[in-house]
């Protein structure tokens, strides 16, 4: 039986790495290779690495932390490749094709598209002729506003749409995998919205990875006991603890989830 996987996911925003609140809110902190690094050896399965920059100059220099990084993102990717040793998904700035192809070759397994359902599906398309379905997920962010359940897009002017239709959209184009996401929990603490995650599992054919909401453990294990999601991943939460994953994992092998056994 195939097992479910443990993705800590990490935002990179001009230069630092960040927490997100709503997506609207960002607090830094700290060294966008450190973390990789850690979570290397803390065992992840895979790493989603994000960047949600305002510019497309990545841009980090701070002496307190030793670390002299300035460049474009693709110097970015290659230093993380070089301090990562699980399979990494990036994503972020993505606009064509060879924007794909050039983050494959310095380092990403997989990318995952945002924009592009919005803006270019034929993108989406292309990637996954190009470079196989499994090199490719859709990062789908639900919205409830007034009562709807919408699809949103960060990077568009906030471009909404209707969440179902969307997802649909980026299943028939050929992706992979979906990143679910929930802006309403995003940094909230407050658990991850099952009943969210329970209607796009039943509704796709191909694994999803839940995000958004985590406030402990325990908010892992209720997402794996109640639903039927391929993996959980988290942001925030993985940042504050010396072992995160490896506590993670523990709890979630513990409690019989089928998942890989902690290191220690």
Same mark, same amino acid.
């Given at each position: 039986?195939?097992?479910? $996987?443990?993705?800590?996911?990490?935002?990179?925003?001009?230069?630092?790495?960040?927490?997100?609140?709503? @997506?609207?809110?960002?607090? *830094?902190?700290?060294?966008?290779?450190?973390?990789?690094?850690?979570?290397?050896?803390?065992?992840?399965?895979?790493?989603?690495?994000?960047?949600?920059?305002?510019?497309?100059?990545? /841009?980090?220099?701070?002496?307190?932390?030793?670390? /002299? +990084?300035?460049?474009?993102?693709?110097?970015?990717?290659?230093?993380?490749?070089?301090?990562?040793?699980?399979?990494?998904?990036?994503?972020?700035?993505?606009?064509?094709?060879?924007?794909?192809?050039?983050?494959?070759?310095?380092?990403?397994?997989?990318?995952?598209? /945002?924009?592009?359902?919005?803006?270019?599906?034929?993108?989406?398309?292309?990637?996954?002729?190009? +470079?196989?379905?499994?090199?490719?997920?859709?990062?789908?962010?639900?919205?409830?506003?007034?009562?709807?359940?919408?699809?949103?897009?960060?990077?568009?002017?906030?471009?909404?749409?209707?969440?179902?239709?969307?997802?649909?959209?980026?299943?028939?184009?050929?992706?992979?995998?979906?990143?679910?996401?929930?802006?309403? $929990?995003?940094?909230?603490?407050?658990?991850?919205?099952?009943?969210?995650?329970?209607?796009?599992? *039943?509704?796709?054919?191909?694994?999803?990875?839940?995000?958004?909401?985590?406030?402990?453990?325990?908010?892992?294990?209720?997402?794996?006991?109640?639903?039927?999601?391929?993996?959980?991943?988290?942001?925030?939460? @993985?940042?504050?603890?010396?072992?995160?994953? *490896?506590?993670?994992?523990?709890?979630?092998?513990?409690?019989?989830?089928?998942?890989?056994?902690?290191?220690?």
């Amino acid at each position: 039986m195939k097992k479910r $996987r443990l993705i800590p996911t990490l935002l990179y925003r001009n230069g630092n790495l960040v927490q997100s609140q709503e @997506f609207k809110r960002f607090r *830094n902190i700290g060294n966008p290779f450190k973390a990789v690094e850690r979570f290397s050896d803390w065992d992840a399965d895979e790493l989603i690495y994000l960047d949600i920059s305002s510019s497309e100059e990545n /841009n980090y220099l701070r002496s307190d932390l030793k670390t /002299n +990084f300035r460049g474009n993102v693709i110097e970015l990717l290659s230093e993380i490749a070089r301090f990562a040793t699980m399979p990494v998904t990036f994503g972020g700035g993505i606009k064509n094709l060879q924007d794909v192809s050039d983050r494959i070759l310095h380092g990403a397994d997989k990318v995952s598209l /945002n924009s592009a359902a919005f803006s270019n599906p034929n993108l989406i398309t292309e990637a996954v002729r190009e +470079f196989g379905s499994q090199a490719v997920i859709a990062s789908v962010d639900a919205y409830h506003a007034d009562g709807k359940l919408l699809a949103f897009n960060r990077t568009i002017g906030g471009t909404h749409s209707d969440f179902f239709e969307h997802l649909k959209l980026v299943q028939d184009l050929g992706v992979g995998e979906i990143l679910l996401n929930s802006v309403n $929990r995003d940094g909230m603490k407050c658990g991850y919205d099952i009943n969210l995650i329970n209607k796009v599992v *039943n509704l796709v054919d191909i694994p999803v990875i839940a995000i958004g909401g985590a406030g402990d453990w325990g908010h892992l294990d209720e997402v794996f006991n109640h639903t039927n999601v391929d993996a959980v991943s988290a942001a925030n939460i @993985f940042q504050w603890q010396e072992q995160s994953v *490896n506590q993670a994992r523990r709890l979630l092998f513990d409690k019989g989830h089928n998942i890989r056994p902690p290191l220690i």
